[in-house]
């Protein structure tokens, strides 16, 4: 019993740490994740609880092997340190399935998960704009490069930060404030102007449209939080456009964004075309980057060609002629899966996601839920449904920081399986 104890202990602790390791850094969240693993399914050993392999896990599995087998058949293009990674980018796996085992069975506070995150969250937002109006944040670190990137310092990925916990700290300002109603008029608000501040002076503008877009979702499908969305918005939006006026580098940013968008837009059949190879048709590298992916894919398109097989065949591209780019990986979810594990790895996961949305509408439909537990599914939900939305840069799904966000936003919106009070 009180190894049992101790373990339940650890693990609850490894959970709340995830967030808090994307904020370190790589190496961090590695070993975190694999401690949660570790004392996690010791723990439902020890502890004989019941363990499920469901219908959604075993698809997920699924498509980790055929990433696997994709490796293998072209080790000779990624090499081998990149096939033993693919191996390991089971952790994920093992993640998803681990977290939907003690979500299930009311082993993970996922409401005491959401405020850690909420207080990290407002945490980095307030060091964001201390950086912005003072020059230099809470630990003395000035702008690199000229972007705004508060604790992360040379990594401009605050922004990604803000928008992927955006929603899971909205579960955390509903929990923390919904039994005092003047905490909820007051503070509410004033916490979501905080966020919404520190993510438009951040440096990654994807991110910042993502937020506007989840912010408009919210207003018009989830009454409780009009009115606190409602009241930020009309306050910051004179700010945004006198700092837009003001702040030469804001205004440059998305005075650039804007121009992609637009130019994008225009190009954005031509991607698919094959007859715009030996013609400059994209304006944009994230255009020429997508456009890269799509041709190189086109070479294997049924099993893909392995993992981070991206940078190694891209280049055979790039000096055909200036419309197409390099990079490390496509940018781009969907692009990356298609071109690593193929239409077999793609229709895997699609399989998945349709799954894990039915089994969401399942939970959602149950007689018993209340109100709070609806509201924190349908933010789980809506997080997953951004978090896959085709139409947006990315960083790599199988790197360390945006895949442990991925993976994580996925397996979170088990809450609701057969659901006991904690």
């Known amino acids: 019993m009180f190894l049992k104890k101790n373990l339940f202990s650890l693990v609850q602790f490894s959970f709340y740490l995830i967030p808090l390791s994307l904020i370190i850094g790589s190496t961090v969240i590695n070993f975190n994740i694999i401690l949660f693993l570790i004392v996690g399914f010791l723990y439902i050993f020890l502890g004989k609880i019941k363990f499920i392999f469901s219908f959604n896990s075993k698809i997920l599995l699924l498509f980790f092997i055929i990433l696997i087998f994709s490796s293998i058949v072209n080790i000779k293009v990624i090499g081998f340190e990149n096939f033993f990674k693919s191996i390991f980018l089971l952790k994920f796996f093992l993640l998803y399935i681990l977290i939907e085992n003690l979500v299930s069975n009311k082993n993970l506070n996922i409401k005491n998960f959401s405020k850690i995150t909420l207080f990290l969250v407002i945490f980095v937002s307030l060091d964001l704009i201390l950086q912005f109006f003072y020059g230099k944040n809470i630990f003395g670190l000035r702008p690199w490069e000229g972007r705004i990137t508060g604790v992360f310092g040379s990594e401009a990925i605050a922004g990604g930060f803000i928008q992927k916990l955006f929603l899971i700290s909205l579960i955390g300002i509903y929990l923390s404030m919904y039994k005092n109603k003047h905490l909820k008029k007051i503070f509410g608000p004033l916490l ?54 003001q702040n030469d580098d804001l205004k440059k940013k998305f005075d650039g964004l804007k121009n992609k968008v637009i130019n994008l837009s225009n190009h954005a059949f031509e991607i698919f075309d094959d007859e715009n190879q030996n013609k400059e048709v994209l304006r944009t590298n994230h255009g020429k980057i997508y456009f890269t992916a799509i041709q190189s894919f086109k070479e294997n398109k049924i099993l893909g060609s392995g993992l981070k097989s991206f940078r190694n065949k891209c280049s055979k591209f790039e000096n055909l002629n200036e419309n197409f780019k390099c990079s490390t990986h496509p940018h781009n979810y969907h692009l990356e899966i298609l071109h690593d594990a193929g239409l077999l790895g793609l229709f895997a996961l699609s399989i998945f996601s349709f799954a894990i949305i039915y089994t969401i509408y399942k939970n959602f439909r149950q007689k018993n839920l209340i109100y709070e537990d609806k509201l924190i599914i349908s933010l789980l939900l809506l997080n997953l449904l951004i978090e896959i939305f085709p139409i947006k840069s990315t960083g790599s799904i199988f790197s360390t920081w945006t895949g442990t966000i991925f993976w994580l936003s996925i397996a979170l919106v088990n809450y609701g399986s057969r659901k006991k009070d904690y």
């Open 192 to 245: 979501i102007i905080v966020i919404l501040f520190a993510s438009f002076i951040a440096s990654n503008r994807m991110s910042f449209l993502l937020i506007i877009l989840t912010l408009i979702m919210l207003i018009f499908f989830i009454k409780e939080y009009r009115k606190k969305i409602l009241i930020p918005i009309l306050f910051l939006v004179p700010v945004y456009i006198y700092l837009y006026d």
